[in-house]
């Protein structure tokens, strides 16, 4: 069976443009690996809202105690752009349509999903923390669930493994929500069965639950009940574990035939980690 292509919306930086603050290309052999597979969306969310290349350094400055009290500040120039770039993210965001996975640059004050440091003001000090850039806080926001990682944690073969697994788990679920049918959600429950107990037998029920839809509920909105579910399920790591219990259980089962847990993604990428990055 054919996999589906996923929608990655890509730091630009990252192997394909010299964009970054410093006018440099980050080099990234695992994209290499995987644009075949994939239909990218790269963006640069500083070039976007009219910053240059090369640029001075932007900081995130943390004003309260949210998420929504950071700016996003050019010390040299003096220039608060966090109105710009929120305005930015809300616009690529919201016309964005479908995605399955997001691959972010690590420790930018725009893309960093987790470790951009925050700092107390634009004055030189030490950071007070670490956290999400403006732009990758809107993709969290906005987009609970989805596959997202940064190109530094993808260096990592867990990471990377499970991070595959999920993006093209969703985007064969897209394919399915895409021609909804209650057997298209069968088939893909029962492919993916293996896979999602993996995960926590509870959630694999609760999901084969709303797949067999015995209360007759409407398709569109068992569709979604399943979706939020599946997110939920695929976010957790698999446990060897209980794969190997089940395994010995069912051994020889007609149902493991076929199961997208022996196959998750496509072989291709099975070593992608392993193409050392070029400059």
Request: overall charge positive; glycine content about 12%.
């Amino acid at each position: 069976m054919p996999f589906p292509r996923p929608i990655v919306v890509l730091s630009q930086c990252l192997e394909l443009a010299p964009c970054r603050w410093d006018g440099e290309r980050i080099p990234f052999g695992f994209l290499r690996k995987l644009e075949p597979y994939v239909e990218l969306r790269p963006v640069c969310p500083e070039v976007e809202i009219g910053l240059g290349v090369p640029r001075d350094p932007i900081r995130i400055v943390q004003v309260g105690p949210g998420e929504k009290d950071r700016k996003f500040l050019q010390p040299s120039t003096g220039r608060d752009l966090t109105r710009a770039m929120r305005r930015f993210a809300g616009e690529f965001l919201g016309g964005l349509g479908e995605a399955d996975g997001f691959i972010l640059k690590s420790r930018s004050p725009s893309c960093g999903i987790r470790d951009v440091k925050m700092y107390g003001g634009a004055e030189d000090g030490p950071p007070l923390g670490k956290g999400a850039g403006l732009f990758a806080g809107e993709v969290l926001a906005r987009f609970p669930g989805l596959a997202v990682e940064d190109e530094a944690r993808l260096a990592h073969p867990p990471v990377r493994e499970r991070f595959l697994t999920r993006l093209f788990a969703l985007a064969a679920f897209r394919a399915v929500r895409e021609k909804p049918s209650a057997a298209g959600l069968a088939r893909f429950q029962e492919a993916n069965r293996l896979l999602l107990m993996a995960r926590g037998r509870r959630e694999a029920e609760a999901l084969g639950e709303i797949a067999a839809n015995r209360g007759g509920r409407p398709l569109p909105e068992a569709m979604e009940a399943y979706e939020t579910r599946l997110r939920a399920a695929l976010a957790r790591p698999a446990r060897r574990a209980s794969v190997a219990g089940i395994l010995r259980r069912h051994a020889g089962a007609p149902w493991l035939a076929g199961q997208t847990f022996f196959a998750p993604f496509p072989a291709g990428l099975a070593e992608a980690g392993e193409e050392p990055d070029s400059p």
